[in-house]
């Protein structure tokens, strides 16, 4: 699942989901990051879309205290970032150092990602 969304394979993402698999676990890495994270890191808003429109928590948190919009604007995803904003992600869910996503976008040096 967290391949397929970080690929932005939808049709894989819909096959595995009818089988069983499960949209919202956490990868066994250290970072823990759930496919929601992945799909936010690559800017893949149509994996996002369905991890949406299946109730999964759009301020969830990685390892690190990171949620999606947090890891959407750590990779630069404009696109992604207004995707998650819209669909109501928190802007004040700080990481575990403390800092919010519009910390990050000023750590970026992204004007636009700070206007956002």
């Known amino acids: 699942m967290h391949w397929a969304a970080k690929t ?3 049709d894989v993402i819909r096959n595995l989901h009818r089988a069983g698999a499960k949209l919202h676990e956490p990868a066994s890495t250290e ?3 759930y496919p929601i994270h992945w799909a ?3 800017g893949k808003i ?3 879309r369905f991890f949406v429109d299946n109730r999964l928590d759009i301020n969830c948190q990685d390892a690190t205290g990171c949620t999606p919009l947090a890891v959407a604007v ?3 995803q404009t696109d992604t970032v207004i995707y ?6 928190d802007l004040a869910v700080k990481d575990n150092n403390g800092d919010s996503p519009l ?6 040096g992204s ?6």
């Open 46 to 48: 149509a994996s996002l």
């Open 84 to 89: 998650l904003i819209k669909n109501g992600a």
């Open 8 to 10: 932005g394979d939808l």
């Open 103 to 108: 910390h990050w976008a000023a750590y970026k």
């Open 111 to 116: 004007e636009e990602l700070i206007g956002l």
């Open 74 to 76: 750590q990779y630069m």
């Open 40 to 42: 936010a890191s690559d």
């Open 31 to 33: 970072s823990r990051m």
